[in-house]
């Protein structure tokens, strides 16, 4: 019996060892490597730094074995582009920047991501740098503040670099001399710029199996990247809508589209919905312009324009306003961004109809409200001088009699003889009583 006692436990033992050895290894083997992809495609701004460290986040949480960060920007606010060097740097997961496809590059704050990640990469046909700092609000800076901005970047770069064990001098060019690199350049630089050029992202990671990298606190690590599960990081709905906004010409246009609600809904108060959806639309603007290089130059500009259109209703100058109000219009929409980067403009083909459309639009909606002032009352005791109509009844001077007008039978009195049938108009209201004459219309005017 005790044998048998003995002989059942131990094989309960034996069962829970293998049980528990099997959920060891089970997995360590089940959970195929992967790779976490995000794209960078755009300004770098609070929204896309958010999205990179969510990513390096998730890849940190499931253990992956490689971030890597596919970058193709013309630059972005260095603030968020500390946040973004500082995710890769505190990173567990090895994060990897290729800038790809062919065709593109990483200017600027691209360019210091590039320099902080633990492996560079770069495809065919692409470049990088041009990373001398500007105002984020796109005015010149003095020679002074320019001086410790470049100093204080290029401080930062050369620090990247050093760590990195990338050309310093290089490096340090880019930042004070905007200086650019092709993918050649970069890799052909002693030391180099970047660790290698790759076709694709699978490519990039076929290469880069077995490779040993360095870790930017001085930490060995072999890479294992060969057929690993590739991972997409895409944007939440919030941060596409918040990424969209900032782009210049969806920022122009919530610009002037708020502008036009707030101006009809001030011609026409009451109305609601202009004053909300351009509240909105400006309120979208404002937060678009934090991230982009805006001239605020360019800004009142364009209210000064349609201030003179709003002017040209009221004031008679001949169109002198009108042309004005247009002209400024135009120069704010071109200078509105101050940047020399083709994808920080707003274009010609957007400012044109956009400035003639809402020059159109204003001057037909004031010229509409000053027509409506100017009216003469329709209504109450203002709205039935000049009437006509037609005596009733004979009336003697300082006599009463009655007359038809507008459907209905008054009371009045005259200053001179009027016979039935006269046609009339009123000249005076007082309370119920009217005091008309003889009419001198036509009978098809006369309200009756």
């Keep these: 019996m005790r044998t048998a006692r003995r002989f059942t436990v131990s094989m309960l033992l034996m069962t829970w060892c293998a049980v528990c050895a099997i959920a060891m290894w089970w997995p360590a083997q089940a959970a195929a490597p992967r790779a976490y992809v995000v794209v960078v495609d755009g300004i770098i701004h609070p929204v896309s730094s958010a999205h990179v460290q969510r ?16 970058l193709r920007t013309p630059g972005g606010l260095v603030d968020s582009t500390r946040d973004i060097n500082t995710a890769i740097i505190q990173a567990k997961t090895p994060v990897i920047v290729w800038v790809g496809p062919s065709g593109s590059r990483a200017a600027s704050a691209g360019f210091l991501i590039t320099m902080a ?72 630089a002693n ?20 490779r040993v990298i360095h870790r930017f606190d001085g930490r060995s690590e072999t890479l294992h990247t060969a057929g690993v599960e590739r991972v997409a990081i895409d944007m939440t709905w919030w941060q596409q809508l918040l990424s969209a906004l900032a782009h210049p010409q969806i920022a122009y246009l919530l ?28 309120l979208l603007a404002f937060f678009a312009f934090q991230v982009l290089p805006v001239s605020y130059v360019g800004v009142l500009l364009i209210l000064f324009g349609l201030m003179l259109l709003i002017l040209e209703v009221k004031v008679t100058s001949f169109g002198i306003l009108a042309v ?18 083709p994808e920080m403009q707003v274009g010609l083909r957007l400012i044109i109809p956009v400035v003639l459309s809402l020059s159109a639009i204003l001057l037909f909606l004031v010229n509409l409200a000053v027509k409506a002032q100017r009216a003469p009352a329709t209504t109450g005791e203002a709205g039935m001088l000049s009437t006509l109509g ?13 007359v038809r007008t507008r459907g ?27 005091t008309v004459q003889r009419g001198t219309a036509s009978t098809g005017e006369m309200h009756g």
């Excluded at 986040?57 to 253990?63: I, P, S």
């Excluded at 030391?191 to 077995?210: E, F, K, M, N, Y």
Aim: proline share 5%.
């Design 255 to 282: 610009l002037m589209l708020g502008t036009l609600g707030l101006t009809v809904e001030l011609w026409n108060p009451g109305a609601i919905l202009p004053g909300v959806a351009g509240g909105l639309c400006l």
């Design 55 to 70: 990513a390096i986040r998730e890849a940190d949480a499931a253990g992956a074995s490689a971030v890597v960060i596919v």
């Design 117 to 188: 990640a633990d492996v560079a990469a770069m495809a065919p046909g692409t470049h990088i740098g041009a990373a001398h700092p500007v105002l984020g609000n796109g005015e010149k800076a003095d020679e002074t503040m320019s001086t410790k901005m470049t100093s204080d970047i290029a401080g930062y770069a050369r620090t990247l670099a050093t760590q990195r064990k990338r050309n310093v001098d290089l490096v340090e060019k880019a930042v004070t001399e905007s200086k650019t690199y092709t993918e050649q350049e970069a890799l052909a």
């Design 390 to 402: 037609q005596a009733l009844t004979s009336i003697e001077p300082g006599g009463v009699g009655r």
């Design 191 to 210: 030391p180099p710029l970047i660790d290698l050029v790759a076709s694709d992202v699978t490519d990039l990671l076929q290469r880069l199996d077995g």
């Design 408 to 434: 209905e039978i008054w009371t009045a009195t005259a200053l001179e003889p009027i016979s039935a049938g006269d046609p009339v108009r009123i000249v005076g209201v007082q309370g119920l009583l009217l």
């Design 324 to 341: 004005g109000g247009i002209v400024s219009l135009f120069l704010g929409s071109i200078l509105l961004m101050d940047s020399s980067l």
